[in-house]
């Protein structure tokens, strides 16, 4: 009853220290406190052997349970001051690299200061979560810490106790343990010194490469650039895949989603659009989620071994992580591309997958007692992606012109792109590339289904050569696609529709391409202007990957000021047209002799 009226008359204290204060000591401290506080205030001294050289105050009030649950802490032990000198330090060096001298400084002038932090108590922990009481003035994505410095974020604010997901390990927090507030949002570490480097969803390396020296740390959460901040997406941001880059252009500063069922090369496509960025200025990020930590390592290889791994940052959030670290990972690794974006650099980012993404979400959501909707997903799982992709933009000129483009990737079952979070992520995106599975199986690859695949930026994100080359092959594949269904039900079939699903069938093979080698603009262009202008119709549809192989190997020599010419400039002419066709059945013809 006793603790019950103090807590209603004024404020209880606790004050720990190696020995006991004298009265004048005693005296002092409340007359601080009820100054402050405007407030009786009854200090009750506890002996603690731990606080040496000094003293730690602990306001708060006693729980129905008597358990005691602080709310404010004044450290002023050693372990305070040095927390207090750690953050000064911290601050005075940030973004500098002649750091010797600032410390020096501010070791001079330092001088530990009584401030209060507010603090909370664990209420319940487990499976990575832990609700707290007592942070009031908590904010919504606020980063705090828990006991042995394990970090954790503030997902979940309720009346009178706020839900915290945990970074890492949460076996040495238990109830009772104390919270206490950073008043910082969690955020990512950003460097170019990142590039070429392996690491977690809080920038922490695990290549084994040694440290990361960061330069600045920018919030994972933050707002989409305006309207005004915008200019219009009209530069390619091409993957090398002759199926993409003639049908379904990407453009800097595009959200172009890349679905399917599972093992239908939705990652081979990323990947080679990652190798094509080689000597184009281009930042790539890959952010991988729930993937397995072997399929990661055989990505890094594979960048490594084709020269890429140095213009690529890979944040890893494997399978065997927490559903916190999958959680941040995408908006970390957003973070990274925004820093770079501010530079006015072309940033590249793969979300590999946001559907596991979306699973880690509902994961935490669940533990957090949120109501659950439609899959038993939460009902703002359409925010969580939308407030990620937003964020990708071609920034206007007074912002410096940069770009970040993002290729999200969603797995489907059975086709079935109705799903919940398929139909989120295709309304959120500027357009879809959809793999299918029977296209895959029968040996099309990339498996890209015309019909159902688009790109709602177009012709606006393609060279002037690439938009006058591709013509109508688009129409024409959707032609052929139909003429192939009405073949199975005839077999008497007049010579057009036989040379026109023939040339179709040629069309499909040409768009056939092996993994790791994406074509440069100038081999894209010259391949279509050879198959619409019907140069490889009477070769054998099983020929055509070989003849174009020789063809482009040629025409590398026998036209080279051409080819730099498309390179370069992005357009050709009517002549250079003709010159292009009329070299492809010169060369075609010798082959054909030769053999």
């Known amino acids: 009853m006793a603790n019950q009226e103090t807590s209603k008359s004024g404020i209880e204290a606790h004050l720990y220290s190696f020995e006991a204060p004298t009265d004048h000591q005693k005296q002092r401290l409340q007359i601080f406190l009820e100054n402050e506080y405007h407030k009786k205030v009854d200090i009750a001294w506890k002996k603690d052997t731990s606080?040496?050289?000094?003293?730690?105050?602990?306001?708060?009030?006693?729980?129905?349970?008597?358990?005691?649950?602080?709310?404010?802490?004044?450290?002023?032990?050693?372990?305070?001051?040095?927390?207090?000198?750690?953050?000064?330090?911290?601050?005075?060096?940030?973004?500098?690299?002649?750091?010797?001298?600032?410390?020096?400084?501010?070791?001079?002038?330092?001088?530990?200061?009584?401030?209060?932090?507010?603090?909370?108590?664990?209420?319940?922990?487990?499976?990575?979560?832990?609700?707290?009481?007592?942070?009031?003035?908590?904010?919504?994505?606020?980063?705090?810490?828990?006991?042995?410095?394990?970090?954790?974020?503030?997902?979940?604010?309720?009346?009178?106790?706020?839900?915290?997901?945990?970074?890492?390990?949460?076996?040495?927090?238990?109830?009772?343990?104390?919270?206490?507030?950073?008043?910082?949002?969690?955020?990512?570490?950003?460097?170019?010194?990142?590039?070429?480097?392996?690491?977690?969803?809080?920038?922490?390396?695990?290549?084994?490469?040694?440290?990361?020296?960061?330069?600045?740390?920018?919030?994972?959460?933050?707002?989409?650039?305006?309207?005004?901040?915008?200019?219009?997406?009209?530069?390619?941001?091409?993957?090398?895949?002759?199926?993409?880059?003639?049908?379904?252009?990407?453009?800097?500063?595009?959200?172009?989603?890349?679905?399917?069922?599972?093992?239908?090369?939705?990652?081979?496509?990323?990947?080679?659009?990652?190798?094509?960025?080689?000597?184009?200025?281009?930042?790539?990020?890959?952010?991988?989620?729930?993937?397995?930590?072997?399929?990661?390592?055989?990505?890094?290889?594979?960048?490594?071994?084709?020269g890429a791994l140095n213009y690529t940052i890979i944040i890893n959030a494997a399978a065997s992580d927490s559903a916190t670290l999958q959680y941040i990972a995408p908006y970390a690794g957003c973070a990274m591309g925004e820093y770079f974006m501010s530079m006015g650099k072309d940033v590249l980012i793969v979300y590999d997958d946001l559907s596991k993404h979306a699973i880690a979400y509902r994961t935490l959501s669940l533990l957090l007692e949120r109501s659950p909707g439609r899959e038993a997903y939460p009902g703002d799982v359409f925010y969580l992606h939308s407030r990620l992709l937003e964020r990708s933009a071609h920034l206007s000129s007074p912002l410096g012109g940069g770009s970040m483009t993002a290729l999200p990737i969603v797995e489907t079952q059975a086709g079935d792109v109705s799903a919940y979070i398929p139909t989120n992520i295709i309304s959120i995106t500027d357009g879809q590339i959809f793999l299918e599975s029977d296209l895959f199986h029968a040996g099309q690859r990339p498996a890209v289904n015309v019909g159902l695949s688009v790109s709602r930026v177009g012709g606006a994100a393609q060279t002037k050569a690439m938009k006058k080359a591709a013509g109508s092959i688009r129409l024409d594949l959707a032609q052929y696609r139909e003429m192939e269904v009405f073949m199975q039900f005839s077999s008497d079939l007049d010579d057009a529709t036989k040379r026109q699903l023939k040339y179709g069938q040629g069309l499909m093979h040409l768009l056939r391409q092996e993994q790791y080698h994406p074509y440069r603009q100038h081999e894209q262009i010259i391949l279509l202007i050879v198959a619409v202008g019907h140069v490889f119709i009477d070769i054998p549809v099983d020929e055509i990957s070989r003849y174009s192989h020789a063809l482009l190997t040629a025409a590398k020599v026998d036209l080279a000021q051409l080819c730099a010419k498309i390179d370069c400039g992005g357009q050709f002419s009517d002549e250079d047209r003709q010159i292009i066709l009329d070299y492809a059945r010169q060369f075609i013809d010798q082959m054909e002799k030769a053999e």
């Open 51 to 306: 606080v040496k050289n000094g003293f730690r105050i602990e306001l708060g009030a006693y729980s129905t349970g008597h358990k005691w649950s602080p709310e404010k802490i004044y450290d002023w032990s050693a372990a305070g001051k040095g927390r207090q000198l750690k953050e000064r330090i911290t601050q005075a060096i940030k973004g500098s690299t002649d750091v010797i001298p600032l410390i020096k400084q501010t070791l001079a002038d330092f001088e530990p200061v009584a401030q209060a932090e507010e603090v909370g108590t664990v209420l319940t922990v487990g499976d990575g979560i832990a609700t707290v009481n007592g942070l009031e003035h908590a904010e919504y994505g606020e980063v705090v810490v828990f006991a042995y410095g394990i970090k954790g974020m503030i997902l979940e604010l309720r009346e009178t106790e706020v839900g915290c997901i945990i970074f890492g390990e949460s076996t040495e927090i238990v109830e009772g343990s104390i919270v206490r507030r950073t008043k910082k949002v969690a955020g990512m570490p950003v460097a170019e010194d990142f590039l070429g480097r392996v690491v977690d969803a809080l920038g922490n390396p695990v290549d084994g490469k040694g440290v990361i020296k960061e330069v600045d740390y920018y919030p994972i959460e933050n707002p989409a650039p305006g309207i005004v901040e915008r200019q219009p997406v009209n530069e390619p941001m091409e993957t090398g895949l002759l199926a993409i880059d003639s049908m379904f252009p990407i453009g800097r500063g595009q959200r172009e989603l890349i679905i399917g069922d599972r093992q239908t090369g939705k990652t081979a496509i990323a990947l080679d659009t990652i190798l094509n960025q080689k000597g184009k200025e281009t930042i790539c990020i890959y952010v991988a989620i729930g993937q397995k930590a072997s399929s990661v390592a055989q990505l890094v290889q594979t960048l490594q071994c084709h």
